[in-house]
């Protein structure tokens, strides 16, 4: 009850009860608390010096990092106010209005800048955590300027993923660390943790000195309590004839980088769509995108049937070959150019029946619309009817929008561009990237970009890479006079090889 001097767990505070907290739990340096009489804290007799990186306002004058006057030469310049971390560290931070900074590990985007000095000789983890879906990158140098670069992290994978860069370290190096968005448009709070630290085997963080790192005692996970591999692959292991039979778990380790591992699974009745998973055996290594890898399904001649670079857990792969008969299949994983070594998996099969037209699309289907009836969207086999006649990725080639509109981005870094009529003299166009209904855009399989041209097919109206559902894009245009518009699709700038089915939805008003 408000009023009686207990903070309740549903009260902020409740007289002088303020759970523990304090006027630095709230970005303040110093200063007393106050209880309203409904009962929320009241921090107007809290002081301090605004830090503007925080995301807070620290000086109780309501303006926040960038829009605190005296931020104005912070925020023009990561490097004239760098805040300094102990060790260890965990703080919260925001790179909104904070100026572009030049960097190899990234295309330029807002970024903040702190330092840190090391008390502990071995490694040392800097832990970047987006609150948001905005693409974040941790980068580490000597110095506050980019030629003082040492190592990248990887890109944030979405709001809550920890992404984590681990490099050796000795007592009392000094290091700048840089937050930075991918590129220009993408800002966004965080939290970053910064700590120097020994090698312990079950912190669940991989050391050169470790084959592999995941939680003590566990049963059938890969990794010993000595954190060496178990592996359950047979080396050499590269082709069709020295091929593993696939077990399940299956353990194996890409090792040296080039490695190619093959696996045997048998299809005993068709039609069955075959799904090979590639997971982490340290933990979090595919969302810290330690782990990058391409899966290929291959028939019983070596002939390449699917083939995925991601698809699954972030940077890891899932490929799916359907409707395949009775027979022997090989799967063949490798790792994409610059993955740390040695990099351990394991590798999870999945064997399902299918049933094309009993209203449930399984993953080897595309769609299943109740039916076997081709040409209302979804064929007599389960695939899309794809209304695009490749090639569409010049102006001279682009097709002419009809709705349904169903589509592919394959292979690699294709281009698919559609012309629009507009009947004028003020029309509204709205175009959107969805996923038919198969939810991969908010699976991140489906990553777009679009952009709405002119009637000269160059001039840029409109651009959007994550607007719409997930991952998928929407843009809008008004007042659009009489013409013809161009609409381009590709893959987004963050996944530029990735192929996926998409349909594209315009309206014309």
């Excluded at 699976?443 to 559902?469: C, K, M, N």
């Excluded at 007042?479 to 315009?506: C, K, Q, S, W």
Aim: glycine letters at 10%; one cysteine or more; hydrophobic letters at 35%.
């Amino acid at each position: 009850m408000c009023g009686d001097g207990v903070a309740d767990p549903e009260e902020a505070c409740d007289g002088p009860d303020f759970k523990d907290a304090a006027c630095p739990s709230f970005g303040f340096d110093d200063g007393e608390l106050r209880c309203s009489d409904a009962c929320a804290v009241d921090t107007s007799g809290c002081s301090g010096t605004e830090t503007c990186q925080d995301g807070r306002d620290n000086d109780g004058d309501g303006a926040v990092d960038c829009d605190e006057p005296e931020c104005a030469e912070a925020c023009a310049d990561m490097c004239a106010a760098p805040v300094a971390l102990p060790d260890p560290a965990q703080v919260t931070g925001d790179t909104r209005g904070h100026a572009i900074a030049e960097s190899a590990c990234t295309l330029g985007g807002p970024a903040v800048a702190y330092t840190f000095t090391a008390t502990t000789t071995g490694f040392l983890d800097v832990v970047l955590t987006s609150h948001t879906d905005a693409a974040l990158v941790a980068v580490l140098r000597r110095a506050c300027d980019a030629a003082t670069e040492l190592e990248c992290g990887g890109i944030s994978g979405g709001a809550g993923v920890d992404n984590r860069l681990t490099v050796p370290v000795r007592a009392g190096d000094s290091f700048y660390v840089i937050v930075s968005g991918a590129d220009g448009s993408q800002t966004g709070a965080f939290d970053l943790a910064v700590q120097s630290r020994t090698t312990v085997c079950g912190d669940d963080i991989q050391d050169p000195s470790e084959e592999c790192d995941n939680p003590l005692d566990g049963v059938d996970d890969g990794c010993s309590d000595q954190c060496r591999l178990e592996p359950t692959e047979f080396e050499p292991n590269d082709t069709i004839a020295t091929a593993n039979d696939h077990t399940a778990p299956f353990f194996a380790t890409i090792d040296p980088a080039n490695d190619k591992d093959v696996v045997r699974v048998t299809v005993p009745s068709g039609p069955t769509a075959l799904i090979a998973e590639i997971a982490d055996v340290t933990s979090a290594d595919c969302l810290n995108r330690r782990l990058d890898t391409i899966v290929e399904i291959l028939d019983a001649r070596g002939e390449r049937i699917a083939s995925r670079d991601d698809g699954g857990i972030g940077l890891c792969s899932r490929a799916v070959a359907p409707a395949l008969s009775a027979g022997d299949y090989y799967v063949r994983v490798t790792a994409n150019p610059g993955l740390e070594q040695p990099a351990p998996y394991r590798l999870d099969v999945t064997l399902v029946t299918e049933v094309c037209g009993d209203g449930t699309a399984t993953d080897g289907e595309q769609c299943d619309d109740g039916n076997t009836t081709s040409g209302d969207g979804c064929s007599s086999t389960c695939r899309f009817e794809l209304a695009e006649t490749e090639p569409n990725n010049t102006l001279a080639q682009a097709n002419a929008y009809s709705d349904p509109w169903l589509a592919e981005i394959s292979p690699a870094r294709d281009v698919d561009r559609v012309t629009v009529t507009v009947p004028g003299p003020s029309s509204s166009v709205y175009v959107s990237i969805t996923d038919n209904l198969t939810g991969s855009c908010m699976r991140g399989r489906l990553d777009s970009y679009i952009e709405l041209l002119d009637d000269d097919g160059t001039t840029v109206i409109a651009s959007d890479d994550d607007s719409g559902e997930g991952y998928c894009s929407f843009v809008s245009a008004d007042d659009l006079p009489a013409g013809t518009y161009h609409v381009m699709i590709r893959a987004a700038e963050i996944a530029p090889d990735a192929t996926f089915f998409y349909r594209l939805n315009v309206t014309v008003l």
